[in-house]
């Protein structure tokens, strides 16, 4: 071939990939990862969600898959067969895994809720469950969620199995045995309504206040960011909440995003749906320790909404057909935008 030919084939292979770009590609320009909420059945049935998600995210949660109702179903027996399908999906994409979720109050077996045990016993039965977990993928899964939801709607440490069962201290011990398990994996605590002001935004800032002024081992903290256009906190609240985060040395995440409509969608709330999600990753973007932006779920057709809040949904970035929405691309405006040297 002439070198001019060579030359010209080259740069074709550079060009032709950004012209066909997901939004990953965009979002690693940009320097940050852009993620979702994975649900493993799907991914084992649907070749076409399989690969929307390999064409568009860079990091994925597992949905349920590492949940401890799932996971470990029964005290003496774990089940990896949905988690590994995940951690495997991802190794051959390229894309970081955020381990979901290893305390929290909800989507916990029978088996644990209704035994009884003693605050030691009880110590001991989430050390071997975090650990479990954390060494089975140290070095395959980036990040994990270590601990959710810990926070009460007015601003409170909540109440619940774990908090009544260890005592107050059980976010610390988790986090530490965590780290024991896995030193290099990034820890997050991971919680919703509190994105922009408020009560239960300032809770979850004491909490991971506290945490860090212990010296507990915690690096970053998602906000979940399941909103409605009645109710998504403006941008200015949001970036004032991430930057006091960022001024206490964590790392920010945008971690389960999704913004619920009445439906069917009208198109003026398409509308609205993609300048909230605009506005929330324009935020994240500017500000550096803003590390990934996840929504939770790729298809409305797969979205959690649905079931849990009926009467609303097409809350995600896909319709049911897995075609992209209005939100879409507003999404990749703001990515395209956005420049690795601003950050
Ligand atoms: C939800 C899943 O999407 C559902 O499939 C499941 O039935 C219940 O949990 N915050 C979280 C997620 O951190 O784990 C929740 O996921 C949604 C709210």
Redesign the pocket.
Known sequence: MHPRALVMAAALLITLPTAAAGLRDLAQAAGIHFGT?VNVEALNTDAAYAHLLAREFNLVTP??AM?FTVVHPERERYDFTQADALVAFAEAHAMQVNG??LV?H??LPDWLMQGQFSQDELKAILREHIQTLVTRYRGRVASW?VA??AVGEDGQPRDTFWSRGIGPDYLALAFRWAHEADPQAHLRY?D?GGEGAGAKADGIYRIVADLRWQGVPIHGVGL?M?VSPDDAPPSKDLRANLQRLAALGLATHIS?MDVMLPVPASRANLNKQAVIYRDTLKVCLAQPQCRSFST??TTDRYS?IP??FPGKGAALLFGEDGQPKPVYESVRRVLRAARASKR
């Open positions: 909420a949905e349920n949940k979901h979720v929290w909800q989507q969620d959710a939801e991971n919703y979940q399941h389960e939770w779920g959690w079931e849990y």
